[in-house]
């Protein structure tokens, strides 16, 4: 079955630290891949996608993510978070066929300490 | 540009009654989609629709149904509700439908609590 998996749950960092948070799928066929965040209080909002092309794409607020198709992954990194970063992070594909309908992750709640 | 608007915002039901609530997708979008959010399942996909036409549906069921009016507003039914439906419910909109679509757009969701 095609599934979405965040392998980390809660993460905790401080102020100016690296950040990755990982994300896999599972499915053969040709995917879109994104990631979605929701700060405290807020609606879902667009980090980053990635249809084709270059497997390194950059997203808002400094966030990247790399699509690796041998290994079904596209992680979100950041080199240095603030604490404005707090948020719960989620990762999406649509799978072929899918039209607009968006497979979740269980999502990941990042907290960022000062 | 408004964005996506959902209401209610906060509604309280007890076991065994039914709710609609309301979607309007920013102007110019004609593909509305549902998902719900709970702590323990995350956001899973309840149906999209486009042009007054449901073109996907979750694995969700028969209690859960929606429609899409002409003018591209959506509204979501859940009759007979369990305890278990508790949950945000979540609209999304976009410009088209399909694959390759790019953004969904999100409201900010109709919080159900069912006692």
């Known amino acids: 079955a095609q599934s979405v998996s965040q392998h980390n749950h809660h993460v905790i960092l401080s102020e100016a630290a690296s950040l990755e948070l990982g994300c896999n799928y599972s499915?053969?066929?040709?995917?879109?891949l994104f990631w979605y965040v929701q700060y405290p209080g807020q609606h879902l909002q667009l980090l980053l996608k990635?249809?084709?092309?270059?497997?390194l794409v950059k997203g808002i607020k400094g966030f990247e993510a790399e699509f690796i198709k041998s290994k079904f992954s596209f992680n979100l990194r950041k080199p240095s978070v603030q604490w404005s970063d707090t948020a719960e992070y989620f990762c999406?594909?649509?799978?072929?066929?899918?039209?607009?309908?968006?497979?979740f992750g269980t999502g990941t709640q990042l907290k960022v300490e000062l | 540009k408004a964005g996506v608007t959902q209401t209610p915002r906060y509604l309280i039901k007890t076991r065994g009654q039914q709710v609609t609530l309301s979607c309007s997708p920013i102007?110019?979008?004609?593909?509305v989609s549902w998902y719900q959010q709970t702590p323990g399942q995350g956001l899973q996909f309840l149906f999209e629709?486009?042009?007054?036409?449901?073109?996907n549906k979750g694995n969700f069921p028969g209690r859960f149904s929606g429609r899409q009016f002409s003018n591209s507003r959506s509204e979501m039914n859940v009759s007979t509700l369990e305890l278990g439906d508790s949950a945000l419910y979540l609209c999304?909109?976009?410009?088209?439908?399909?694959?390759?679509?790019?953004?969904?757009?999100f409201g900010e969701g109709s919080r159900l609590t069912v006692l």
């Open positions: 499915y053969g066929g040709t995917v879109n």
């Open positions: 999406a594909v649509i799978f072929t066929g899918g039209g607009n309908k968006l497979t």
């Open positions: 999304a909109s976009s410009p088209t439908p399909g694959l390759n679509t790019g953004e969904l757009f």
């Open positions: 629709y486009f042009s007054e036409t449901q073109r």
């Open positions: 990635y249809f084709s092309g270059d497997p």
């Open positions: 102007s110019g979008h004609r593909s």
